[in-house]
């Protein structure tokens, strides 16, 4: 039997538990408008670790996380990703602009979309995220959070503006290993780099890309914000599945999500 190639032919969907919207971005102009009312920081204790740690508890006291993601969480200072302006802000479980029109995803979106993904077959299997791909670097810190998490990331931005700023970013932090960052478009991923054992998207479209679905390692696991027929924008994981030698791809669909529209092409 032949093994089927292109992505939604041989989806199977399943029932999809209703939760409540996540919206991992917040109005620009909201987070403007708070970051004008806190006086600029002067770092004093955002870089000894403590701040983070009490970021880390509220996220468990508030839901059901994997605790591998949480530690990753407690080691990466997420005030090194915004602008100083906002650093006071960086620690809430609020999302931040990081400028393009673009922001920074709240803590417990990024901690339950890579919940989601260290429950899949691979992951459970390596205790990792094995070889990584991310969609969307943004100002680079869920690469962080990744790179603390995979064997490997390759990260693609199509924003040069934001792909800049993540790169200068990420060097100032001490990562495990460092992420392979590209500028380009997301939607073709990086084939040279795959096939991958973790895919994750941090922009929703209406599908699913077929080049996405390709790279995905059998036993791999994909996790994205994508448009589902009378229920908007949901999270989805598509899992990789291969029975009697046969590629398969189970999608589940979870909560409603509201994230920045995924595009084609490099600016």
Same mark, same amino acid.
């Given at each position: 039997?032949?093994?089927?190639?292109?992505?939604? %032919?041989?989806?199977?969907?399943?029932?999809?538990? !209703?939760?409540?919207? *996540? $919206?991992? !971005?917040?109005?620009?102009?909201? %987070?403007?408008?708070?970051?004008?009312?806190?006086?600029?920081?002067?770092?004093?204790?955002?870089?000894?670790?403590?701040?983070?740690?009490?970021?880390?508890?509220?996220?468990?006291?508030?839901?059901?996380?994997?605790?591998?993601?949480?530690?990753?969480?407690?080691?990466?200072?997420?005030?090194?990703?915004?602008?100083?302006?906002?650093?006071?802000?960086?620690?809430?479980?609020?999302?931040?602009?990081?400028? /393009?029109?673009?922001?920074?995803?709240?803590?417990?979106?990024?901690?339950?979309?890579?919940?989601?993904? $260290?429950?899949? /077959?691979?992951?459970?299997?390596?205790?990792?995220?094995?070889?990584? $791909?991310?969609?969307?670097?943004?100002?680079?810190?869920?690469?962080?959070?990744?790179?603390?998490?995979?064997? !490997?990331?390759?990260?693609?931005?199509?924003?040069?503006?934001?792909?800049?700023?993540?790169? *200068?970013?990420?060097?100032?932090?001490?990562?495990?290993? %460092?992420?392979? *960052?590209?500028?380009?478009? @997301?939607?073709? @991923?990086?084939?040279?780099?795959?096939?991958?054992?973790?895919?994750?998207?941090?922009?929703? @479209?209406?599908?699913?890309?077929?080049?996405?679905?390709?790279?995905?390692?059998?036993?791999?696991?994909?996790?994205?914000?994508?448009?589902?027929?009378?229920?908007?924008?949901? *999270?989805?994981?598509?899992?990789?599945?291969?029975?009697?030698?046969?590629?398969?791809?189970?999608?589940?669909? /979870?909560?409603?999500?509201?994230?920045?529209?995924?595009?084609?092409?490099?600016?």
């Amino acid at each position: 039997m032949s093994t089927p190639k292109r992505f939604p %032919a041989s989806l199977k969907p399943a029932a999809a538990p !209703q939760r409540e919207l *996540l $919206m991992p !971005q917040r109005h620009l102009h909201q %987070a403007t408008r708070d970051a004008a009312r806190l006086a600029r920081p002067s770092g004093t204790g955002l870089d000894g670790g403590a701040v983070r740690r009490r970021m880390v508890e509220r996220l468990r006291a508030e839901g059901q996380f994997d605790e591998r993601v949480l530690a990753a969480m407690a080691a990466v200072p997420r005030h090194e990703f915004v602008d100083s302006a906002l650093a006071a802000q960086a620690y809430e479980d609020t999302a931040l602009p990081i400028g /393009h029109g673009q922001t920074i995803s709240k803590p417990s979106v990024v901690a339950h979309m890579l919940g989601l993904l $260290m429950a899949g /077959h691979s992951a459970r299997e390596r205790g990792s995220l094995g070889r990584a $791909m991310e969609i969307g670097t943004g100002c680079g810190y869920q690469a962080a959070v990744i790179a603390m998490l995979a064997r !490997q990331l390759t990260s693609i931005e199509r924003l040069q503006g934001l792909h800049d700023k993540a790169r *200068l970013n990420l060097q100032r932090i001490a990562l495990p290993r %460092a992420p392979r *960052l590209v500028w380009g478009d @997301g939607r073709v @991923g990086h084939a040279p780099s795959g096939p991958f054992d973790s895919i994750i998207a941090a922009a929703g @479209g209406e599908d699913i890309p077929p080049a996405w679905t390709e790279q995905l390692a059998p036993g791999g696991r994909l996790i994205a914000p994508t448009a589902s027929s009378g229920r908007g924008q949901v *999270l989805v994981v598509l899992d990789h599945v291969v029975d009697g030698g046969v590629s398969r791809w189970l999608r589940t669909e /979870h909560e409603a999500v509201l994230f920045v529209p995924l595009k084609s092409g490099i600016v």
